[in-house]
T-cell receptor
C-alpha cells in the first residue's frame, strides 16, 4: 500500500538546465496537486491536475514551468532553463477526488538545488 | 489572494508542557486543516475541521474551527520529544469550482521540545 511516490528525492541542476520531477499518486487516486516550499516558508499551491487534464494552474509561473498527468504513468512537473530562485522543495499530493482536504496525501518531496 | 497568518513563528518548550498555536485569515475557508512536517518529509495531516465552531481532538491534539471561519487554533497537551517539527495550518475553500481542492498554507510554527 505505497503512498505518494516522488522521485528523485534530491535533484541538482545547473542554471539553464531542465528539471523533471515525477509524482506517482496513491493507488486509486486520480487527482494530483503540486506545491512548492521555499526555505522556512509554507507550501504554495502550483497546479491541480486530473488524468490528462489541467484543472487549476493559477499558482504556476507563466514561463518555464509546465505540468502533466498522462493517462498512463506519473505526473511530471517540468522546469525549463532553471534559475537559482527555483531552488526549493516540490511536493506532490494526491486524492481520490478533488473536493476533500482530508483525502490529501503528500509525498516526501523533491529537493531541487540550482547551482 | 488569500493569506493565512500563523503564530507564533517558533516555540521552545520543556517536555510535558502544553502548546498552543493559531492561525488567522483575511478570507473565509470552509475547511481548516492542521499538518505536521518532519525534516526532509512531506506534511502529514493531523486534524481536519469542517464546521464553524467545531472542536476536534486526536489524542493529545485538539483543534477548533472559529465561528467566523477565519481562524483556528491547535493545542498539544503534555508535549513529548517526538512532537518536534513544523506545524502548518491550511485552509480550503471547498465551495466548488476549480479551487475546490486547493490548500492555502500558513507560514508554519517551528516547535522544539527540550527533554
Amino acid at each position: 500500500n505505497a503512498g505518494v511516490m516522488q522521485n528523485p528525492r534530491h535533484l541538482v541542476r545547473r542554471r539553464g538546465q531542465e528539471a523533471r520531477l515525477r509524482c506517482s499518486p496513491m493507488k486509486g487516486h486520480s487527482h494530483v496537486y503540486w506545491y512548492r516550499q521555499l526555505p522556512e516558508e509554507g507550501l504554495k499551491f502550483m497546479v491541480y491536475l486530473q488524468k490528462e487534464n489541467i484543472i487549476d494552474e493559477s499558482g504556476m509561473p507563466k514561463e518555464r514551468f509546465s505540468a502533466e498527468f498522462p493517462k498512463e504513468g506519473p505526473s511530471i512537473l517540468r522546469i525549463q532553463q532553471v534559475v537559482r530562485g527555483d531552488s526549493a522543495a516540490y511536493f506532490c499530493a494526491s486524492s481520490p477526488q478533488g473536493e476533500s482536504g482530508y483525502g490529501y496525501t503528500f509525498g516526501s518531496g523533491t529537493r531541487l538545488t540550482v547551482v | 489572494g488569500q493569506q493565512l497568518n500563523q503564530s507564533p513563528q517558533s516555540m521552545f518548550i520543556q517536555e510535558g508542557e502544553d502548546v498552543s498555536m493559531n492561525c488567522t485569515s483575511s478570507s473565509i475557508f470552509n475547511t481548516w486543516l492542521w499538518y505536521k512536517q518532519d525534516p526532509g518529509e512531506g506534511p502529514v495531516l493531523l486534524i481536519a475541521l469542517y464546521k464553524a465552531g467545531e472542536l476536534t481532538s486526536n489524542g493529545r491534539l485538539t483543534a477548533q474551527f472559529g465561528i467566523t471561519r477565519k481562524d483556528s487554533f491547535l493545542n498539544i497537551s503534555a508535549s513529548i520529544p517526538s512532537d518536534v517539527g513544523i506545524y502548518f495550518c491550511a485552509g480550503q475553500l471547498g465551495a466548488g469550482g476549480t479551487s475546490y481542492g486547493k490548500l492555502t498554507f500558513g507560514q508554519g510554527t517551528i516547535l522544539t521540545v527540550h527533554p
